[in-house]
């Protein structure tokens, strides 16, 4: 885990008089401390502006509070977290997960507040900043957790070197990706890089294949209203999964390819000829693979009824929460309202967009393309502005341990270890146990 603290200590100009007739500073006694974790690491080019930014801004609020930043990355960040509950040490505000699948065991554990208690105390931050469809991917429950820090596109990328050195058409169906997988196989090209560890990124792209079919809607009431995923369209959906599977467009062993960096990997290699990608991973992106790129509408899949050249899921779910220990101190109270609202600023949101390429979430933000230094940003920004999209529906669950057997159903699928009718009846037992 990399760790990176620094400690930004409130000081006083105290008038002395002394024999060299110059000022004594001293720490001020009334400055609160204020913990803060993100995963923005100054070792991180891409990063550093806004980790600078942060502590540029608590510099210049010495004289008002103290900052402790930490900074956590990836999945560590959950085991972090749940050690710190276990110890009462929950920092007073923190970077995390806000879907439902993450977050309901915090607001069960009264660990964090609802956001919208910190937006009404806010003059600066309010819910019409963001747009409204963000939120069902930061609630739980009904209940906001947080506000994503900034939107995500989900893209379909194609290599059109290989497409190309192949003779061989980009997919528009499933049945169009079986017959270029044949092609690829032979010729020791993975067709697909996607696969499954701890879930990853495979419920991204269940979702996406979900969001294809008629009223997926009903699928998400299902599973939030009456706790099941026993439905038609989930059905199709994981057998879509699995005979992708059956016909090797995935790479032979999906856990080891599994999780984000080992699926991009294999795209950014040129190891993979398709791949189904989240715009933060697009800073990763080499010139040479952005230059290759080409963005395709999601082929279309068996039962699907969605226009797939006017859909692309959007969403986000990363955003700050605020522990209601600290929120209840008053002493912290206003220092907490003051770095969130900096944290949610224009100004934070600019620096990640132009050093970062994370999109803006906030609405008032005006994306100068021509500032814009990330390959293929841009593009995939004009072409999934706008569009009909989907939330994530393994992390709208009800339950926090739900979502860990989501996880497993999605490693085992990817894996040929368990069959879709198994995975269901294996997620569903989970959903049934979470009433309780």
Known sequence: MKKYTKKIMAMVTVAATMV???AIPVMADDAPTIRLITWLTPSNPAQKPSYDAIESFADDHADEFTLEHENIVGDELKAKIKTDIAGDTVPDIFIYWGSGGNSTMLLDADVIIPFDEYLDASELVSRDLFPEESFSRTSSNGTLTTITTSLQYGVWLCNKALFEEYGLEYPKTLDDMLEVGKVFNENGITPFAMGSKGGNPAHEFVAEILGQMPDCEKD?????????????????????????????????????????????ALYNEGKAAMIYAWTWQIPNITE??????????????????????????????MGYMISKKAWEDDTKKQAIIDIVDYLYSTEMQEIGLYNA??????????????KVTVPLLADIIAYGKGKESCPNFPQICPKTECWTDFADGFDELFAGISTPDEVIEHIDESLESAKN
């Not at 989930?234 to 699995?242: A, G, M, P, R, S």
């Not at 969605?306 to 779910?317: I, K, L, Q, Y």
């Not at 994370?358 to 008032?364: K, L």
């Open 288 to 317: 040479e693979t952005a230059e290759n790129s080409v963005i395709i509408d999601a082929p279309v899949m068996p039962g699907g009824t969605r226009d797939t050249s006017n859909f692309t899921r959007a969403g986000g779910d």
């Open 20 to 22: 060299t007739g110059t």
């Open 357 to 370: 390429g994370d999109i803006p979430a906030r609405n008032d933000v005006e994306i100068d393309d021509a």
């Open 220 to 264: 998400f009431e299902n599973l939030t209203q009456n706790y099941t995923i026993d439905t038609p369209n989930i059905h199709n959906t994981l057998e879509i999964v699995d005979t992708m599977r059956e016909n090797n467009l995935f790479p032979a062993d999906t856990i080891s390819i599994g999780d984000w960096n080992q699926q991009f």
